[in-house]
């Protein structure tokens, strides 16, 4: 509508007729019609009103002063434990489960942050664009889902940068956070992430999603978690294969946290209330993927 709106504004003031006047001549507003005064000021309004849009959605974005804390070595696993706030989190999309998900989050008005695959983006158009008017934030996730302390050096810019380039594309924001693909990081891999701009972050409840196929276990993975308190960060999947089951335990989740007075919010908004959990080399066991490739 602004856009529009200033469209309209800049063409009637292009068009309009010449006065004659110089640049060195009397004010030039001064004999300008009513329309061509409110064209000018239409446009600006149009200027400042998408200037205000960015700046709101740079914030969102924002994961704040409590991340420049972390050491750059480290990524995070968790938020402060304060309010009601926790994050729901879905890897390896986007894919065709990911419009579900969307829908739900928006019916339960909450958020979540997509990790996504590069690979997965050209396969899947529309989808980050959507998720994001909804006020939802997109993480890297890798381009083929590689575990990264398997990678050389050009191979850790492959997976990321051009995973990086393609969420920007799609969404208009770049990436802040990065989730290593398998949980699989060392320091040298978090120092890279860290270099680009983006913080890695990893997980406090896993749902186990990826090899289930009961909704109602998926949900109690949540639910009856002792670690479901305000901060948690919760591992789902929405892409790459069927997520049905997935999206079958997404109301149930929705639910439960309803029903504890809980609301899934970003990353980034969790981040923002306060210092993070620190997720340090070692505190998850490598996967076989990258002990095959050392």
Known sequence: MLVGLALVGVLIYAFRPSDGGSASGP????????????????????????????????????IGEYASQVPSSDGVNAGAERGNMVALTFDDGPGKDTWDVLALLKRYKMRATFFVIGQNIENNPGVIAAAVRDGNVVGD????????????????TREIMDTKSAIQREAGQAPRLMRPPFGDFTAKTNEYVRSKGMLPVLWTI?????????????????????????????????????????????????????????????????????????????????????????
Do not use: C, F
């Not at 989740?253 to 919010?265: K, N, Q, T």
């Open 27 to 62: 004010d030039p507003t001064a004999t300008l019609s009513a329309v061509d005064l409110a064209a000018q000021k239409a446009a600006k309004s149009a200027e400042a009103g998408a200037k205000a849009v960015d700046e709101l959605e740079q914030r969102a974005w924002s």
């Open 141 to 156: 996730h890798s381009w083929t889902h590689a575990s990264l302390p398997s990678l050389d050096q050009s191979g850790l």
């Open 206 to 294: 896993d749902t186990d999603d990826w090899q289930l196929k009961d909704p109602g276990t998926i949900a109690a993975n949540v639910l009856n978690s002792p670690a479901l308190k305000p901060g948690a960060i919760i591992l789902l999947h929405d892409g790459s294969m069927n997520r049905q089951m997935t999206v079958n335990a997404l109301p149930m989740i929705l639910d439960g946290l309803v029903a504890r007075g809980l609301r899934s919010v970003t990353v980034p908004e969790l981040l923002r209330q306060g210092p993070p959990t620190i997720a340090r080399p070692g505190d998850y066991t490598l996967s076989d993927y990258a002990k095959q490739s050392n």
